[in-house]
């Protein structure tokens, strides 16, 4: 079997005037993440582990900022993109995990739901996903409140024919 992993990374700045999107899921709370999209880091740093596992480039490369198309997009919307992406190049996705990193809101309730949004929006199964949150224990830009940032991987396998053969 040929497996590919990938890794992603993102973070954005919290700005007042914004919604707060992770996963999918709009929380309560003062401040919201700053981006040209929704801003939605949890999305966009699986999107760059997909697109990495197969050396596709960044989001940045498929979306690009300063079009304006992609303003205010809602990131799961450009996940499904992605994820049609992956299976027309031959691969489907065995599993993905993210990493979470903010002091607040809380995120442990909204973890599932998270999960759910992805695994819907990148056609797998729920247990495919694994979400985490942590704290930075006040340190960084995401101790100080700054900002959130999510770090996520994603391990891809070649389709095979029902001969065992590789999928074109």
Same mark, same amino acid.
């Given at each position: 079997m040929n497996f590919r992993i990938g890794h992603g990374y993102d973070i954005h700045r919290l700005v007042p005037g914004r919604p707060l999107i992770l996963g999918g899921v709009t929380m309560a709370h003062s401040?919201? =993440?700053?981006?040209? @999209?929704d801003a939605d880091v949890l999305v966009h740093a699986l999107m760059d582990a997909l697109l990495g596992a197969l050396a596709l480039g960044d989001i940045g490369h498929h979306f690009p900022p300063e079009d304006p198309c992609w303003?205010?997009?809602?990131?799961?919307?450009? =996940?499904?993109?992605? @994820?049609?992406?992956?299976?027309?190049?031959?691969w489907r996705v065995v599993n993905v995990d993210t990493v979470l990193v903010a002091e607040r809101p809380r995120l442990g309730p909204h973890i599932p739901a998270m999960a759910a949004n992805i695994a819907t929006h990148m056609g797998i199964k729920p247990e495919q996903v694994g979400v985490k949150a942590t704290t930075n224990e006040k340190l960084g830009p995401e101790g100080r409140e700054e900002g959130i940032s999510c770090s996520a991987v994603a391990l891809l396998v070649q389709h095979q024919d029902p001969d065992g053969c590789h999928a074109p």
């Amino acid at each position: 079997m040929n497996f590919r992993i990938g890794h992603g990374y993102d973070i954005h700045r919290l700005v007042p005037g914004r919604p707060l999107i992770l996963g999918g899921v709009t929380m309560a709370h003062s401040l919201g =993440l700053d981006g040209h @999209s929704d801003a939605d880091v949890l999305v966009h740093a699986l999107m760059d582990a997909l697109l990495g596992a197969l050396a596709l480039g960044d989001i940045g490369h498929h979306f690009p900022p300063e079009d304006p198309c992609w303003r205010g997009a809602n990131s799961l919307v450009l =996940l499904q993109k992605v @994820s049609a992406l992956v299976r027309e190049k031959g691969w489907r996705v065995v599993n993905v995990d993210t990493v979470l990193v903010a002091e607040r809101p809380r995120l442990g309730p909204h973890i599932p739901a998270m999960a759910a949004n992805i695994a819907t929006h990148m056609g797998i199964k729920p247990e495919q996903v694994g979400v985490k949150a942590t704290t930075n224990e006040k340190l960084g830009p995401e101790g100080r409140e700054e900002g959130i940032s999510c770090s996520a991987v994603a391990l891809l396998v070649q389709h095979q024919d029902p001969d065992g053969c590789h999928a074109p």
